[in-house]
């Protein structure tokens, strides 16, 4: 058993500036819920080899932040839970204009014989339901940063 989703949507901005919210740490800008717990580096960074723990409903999931290139827009993550499965993020930002970036989230999730059913059933119901979420959220804390003095 295994499954793909994906989902699109666009920002203002440009890559090299965007993509970097995609990384385990600028992610808390737009996502006050996420709280990586870091392995690797001391302290928490965005960049290959990145290891850090997260909670969620199916247990601890550990993350491997295996692409980081912020000026090619590319971001990738291996997520394992124990018992449960695996999951892959790949994440793309291209600049569609001078002033626009299209983002392209992709993921795959293979459950263990072990998992939950709900764990492939909710995620190839649920998964692309995130793309509006993570655009409001976004062009949200942008528009809010953008009037912040600076």
């Known amino acids: 058993m295994y499954a793909e989703r994906e989902f699109d ?7 090299a500036a965007l993509t ?3 990384g385990p740490v600028k992610e808390r800008e737009w996502a006050p819920e996420w ?15 990145a290891v850090f ?7 601890a999931a550990t993350w491997v932040m295996d692409r980081y290139a912020p000026e090619q827009g590319k971001v990738g993550y291996l997520i394992f ?6 999951s892959r ?6 600049q569609k204009d001078p002033a626009t ?7 795959s999730r293979t459950p263990l014989s072990s998992a939950d ?3 492939l059933a909710e995620f190839e119901q649920f998964f692309t339901t995130q793309g509006p979420e993570w655009r409001d959220a976004i062009t949200g804390m942008l528009a809010h940063a953008a009037v912040q003095p600076h």
């Open 9 to 15: 949507f666009d920002l203002p901005g440009t890559v």
């Open 20 to 22: 970097p919210y995609f």
């Open 35 to 49: 709280s990586p717990d870091f392995v690797r580096p001391h302290g928490g960074g965005q960049e290959v080899g």
């Open 53 to 59: 723990q997260t909670k969620s409903e199916w247990g």
């Open 81 to 86: 839970i124990p018992d449960t499965g695996v």
């Open 89 to 94: 993020y790949d994440i793309s930002l291209s």
């Open 101 to 107: 970036v299209h983002v392209h989230v992709w993921c």
């Open 117 to 119: 059913p709900r764990y």
